[in-house]
């Protein structure tokens, strides 16, 4: 199955800051963590995690690793409540919840409190005081009937479907979009108004030997999906926890096109006859995609790449190689720490006004921009 993992994007020419997702996708990077039970999945050694808001039953885009013997799967959804009354806040496992992890609650705070939902000001709670706690995943025979049972009661475990690895049946992901066909189950009732339901993954990764080192070239995880029709010249884009990158970060930059897709397509061609197809699957682009310009190639414009300087001192920042310069790229809008704005490494001679914005395209007649990535 082709890896649609999708990161956190941010495009710097029209300002929209967030992700390419209906709910919020914060990526973090980590040292590390375990569950605190035996029959929860580990997360430790992982270098990135994917962490979405949800309001209930949920459509997922990314590609999760299920264990073999339980058919469960690295996640864990956790339950905060804004605004608990005094001595409500109880994590029993009799009700299917148990205490957060003390590593792992801060990640939930962080995207919380960007959010304004804690440390806002008046009328809104200390992050640091918030009621937290996780839900239990399902298992063994409710984890069967979670998967596979139009109708679904159980209350306190949840469960992942994705019928494409032989994981629960096919007719409750039939609402799904083409680039989402797994499905979050919650299997609880809807979450109160002053209840925030956040689930945590580790995606599956590309294989070690396909992981690309700073300079080279990245395909986007958000050209997995089939309605995506490509970057344009004026945008920067930053994808966080990229699994083609060694460094999680993937970088486009005044790049036209979709790198999987060099010569594009017309609108007639995606309707009759695909040329473009979502990036690792077999599923044709659905909407017409412009070719690259053969002077703005993936190996200048879509690399694997680091921030190398911002507007906050103590952020960490990363050196680049001597085949690199770090650009500024994303203007600071205030966001405090933790946000995208400043430079990244971008190969030597890359920048668009070096290479300007215009020129021959690709044409797959004369083959002159060779293959995909």
């Known amino acids: 199955m082709g890896q649609t993992t999708m990161g956190c994007w941010v495009l710097g020419a029209v300002l929209t800051l967030g992700c390419q997702a209906e709910s919020p996708v914060v990526g973090e990077s980590t040292t590390g963590f375990e569950a605190d039970t035996e029959s929860e999945p580990a997360f430790a050694g992982t270098a990135s995690i994917v962490l979405e808001r949800v309001e209930g039953d949920t459509c997922i885009p990314y590609d999760l690793s299920f264990e073999e013997s339980t058919s469960m799967v690295p996640c864990v959804v956790f339950e905060t409540l804004l605004d608990p009354a005094p001595g409500a806040c109880s994590c029993s496992p009799a009700l299917g919840r148990l205490t957060v992890d003390p590593d792992v609650a801060p990640v939930v705070r962080r995207e ?31 984890l069967q009937d979670c998967q596979t049972e139009s109708e679904y009661s159980d209350t306190q475990g949840f469960c992942v479907i994705d019928p494409a690895q032989g994981q629960g049946n096919p007719d409750l992901v039939s609402d799904c979009p083409l680039s989402s066909k797994k499905l979050l189950r919650l299997g609880m009732a809807e979450a109160a108004p002053d209840t925030a339901l956040h689930l945590l993954c580790l995606p599956q990764v590309v294989g070690y030997e396909d992981v690309r080192e700073l300079g080279e070239p990245c395909t986007p995880s958000v050209e997995g999906d089939p309605s995506f029709p490509g970057f344009t010249l004026g945008s920067v884009s930053v994808e966080t926890r990229a699994p083609d990158c060694a460094s999680d970060v993937c970088l486009v930059h005044n790049f036209q096109g979709r790198v999987s897709c060099p010569y594009g397509q017309t609108e007639d061609e995606a309707l009759n006859s695909p040329a473009c ?82 020129g021959p395209l690709c044409d797959a007649s004369e083959g002159n921009c060779g293959s995909t990535l």
Not at 113 to 137: F, H, V
Not at 277 to 287: E, K, Y
Not at 327 to 353: F, H, K, T
């Open 277 to 358: 197809f979502a990036s690792g699957t077999d599923l044709p682009v659905q909407t017409d995609v412009a070719p690259q310009l053969q002077t703005r190639p993936p190996e200048l414009a879509s690399i694997c790449s680091c921030r190398c300087d911002g507007p906050d001192p103590g952020e960490p920042y990363c050196e680049c190689p001597e085949t690199m310069e770090c650009a500024p790229l994303i203007q600071d809008l205030g966001l405090g720490s933790g946000g995208p704005a400043g430079s990244y490494c971008v190969p030597r001679g890359s920048l668009i006004a070096e290479t300007g914005q215009s």
């Open 112 to 142: 919380l409190e960007t959010a304004g939902k804690c440390n806002a000001g008046a009328g809104t709670p200390d992050c640091d005081e918030l009621c937290m706690c996780e839900i239990l995943q399902a298992s063994g025979e409710t």
